[in-house]
């Protein structure tokens, strides 16, 4: 897994060397590796206050529309997950990775296998989604925070 990941990083420096962007962009080495929302995108204030009430709708929406590939406890697992090109992301273990905004971004546009559910669910059910989806994989509720660097 390590290694994998290391060499996408290789391949996302190429690839940015390649095509000239600075490397101020390389805010964060351990999650520029990855597929990213755009900057601006990503630093957008989550307006949706972390609650349970919050979680708990995004929790329905996730088990309504996202389970199907991402598995019921978000670990990529789904049953159509196998039949797809690329594998859905392991979100359990992204939870707190990345700023709210930039999942709220890849839901909102997708790629690839991932649907775009920007005209399918609310902004508001986008940021619920991420709520629920920042605390997975933990134990205890109380210990979402914005463990994130950014
Ligand atoms: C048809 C299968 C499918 C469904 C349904 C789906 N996803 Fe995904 N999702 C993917 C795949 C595949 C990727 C990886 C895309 C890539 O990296 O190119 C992904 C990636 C993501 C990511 C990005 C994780 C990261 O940081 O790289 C998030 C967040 C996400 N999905 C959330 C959701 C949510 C929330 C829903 C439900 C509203 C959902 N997905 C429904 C297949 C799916």
Request: proline fraction near 7%; avoid cysteine; hydrophobic fraction near 40%.
């Given at each position: 897994?390590?290694?994998?990941?290391?060499?996408v990083f290789r391949q996302a420096?190429?690839?940015?060397?390649?095509?000239?962007?600075?490397?101020a962009v390389f805010g964060d080495a351990a999650t520029s590796a990855h597929w990213m929302a755009p900057?601006?995108?990503a630093r957008?204030?989550?307006p949706v206050p972390v609650d349970s009430a919050s979680r708990e709708r995004g929790r329905k929406l996730f088990e309504a529309n996202c389970v199907s590939c991402h598995g019921?406890?978000?670990?990529?697992?789904?049953?159509?997950?196998?039949?797809?090109e690329t594998l859905p992301a392991d979100l359990a273990a992204m939870a707190g990775q990345h700023?709210?905004?930039?999942?709220?971004?890849?839901?909102?546009e997708g790629r690839g296998a991932m649907p775009a559910w920007k005209k399918v669910l609310k902004d508001k059910e986008i940021w619920d989604l991420v709520n629920?989806?920042?605390?997975?994989?933990?134990?205890?509720?109380?210990?979402?925070?914005h463990s994130h660097a950014h």
């Open positions: 897994m390590t290694q994998v990941n290391a060499n420096v190429l690839l940015l060397s390649l095509i000239g962007l600075p490397s900057e601006e995108a957008r204030v989550n019921p406890t978000g670990r990529g697992n789904g049953p159509i997950a196998a039949r797809l700023p709210d905004g930039d999942f709220a971004w890849k839901i909102a629920y989806i920042q605390n997975l994989g933990k134990s205890d509720d109380s210990q979402r925070g």
